[in-house]
């Protein structure tokens, strides 16, 4: 099991940009699927974004395909989401995941992190 920490959420205007952080605690980070998550208030958990273990194969929710970009580092243990154009409907606590694999990753995560708030004013 892979224990995940996100950082770098916070309040932006519409328009603006940040750049979420998951470090991994374990040495099998860099064996893993990892993504991105969200649940907005009254809303059920949504799949954001998927990376596989080396980087090569991504995957995106339909609605963040442009503005969203998922990447990893797995020398420094670490995932990333750098999100572009954010909308108000972009707000919501957003959660890094760890699977097997990318193709469970959107429906069966392993691992969850506490999740980041990001908050999106107009």
């Known amino acids: 099991q892979v224990q995940l920490v996100e950082s770098g959420g916070g309040l932006v205007q519409a328009g603006g940009s940040l750049r979420l952080s998951c470090v991994a605690s374990g040495r099998t980070f860099s064996t893993l699927a990892m993504g991105w998550f969200r649940q907005a208030p009254g809303k059920e958990r949504e799949f954001v974004a998927a990376i596989s273990w080396g980087g090569v194969t991504k995957a995106y929710a339909e609605f963040v395909k442009g503005r969203f970009t998922i990447s990893r580092d797995n020398g420094k243990n670490t995932g990333y989401l750098q999100m572009n154009s954010l909308k108000p409907e972009d707000t919501a606590v957003y959660y890094c995941?760890?699977?097997?694999?990318?193709?469970?990753?959107?429906?069966?995560?392993?691992?969850w992190g506490q999740g980041t708030q990001v908050t999106v004013s107009s």
């Open positions: 995941a760890a699977a097997a694999n990318i193709a469970v990753l959107p429906t069966t995560p392993r691992d």
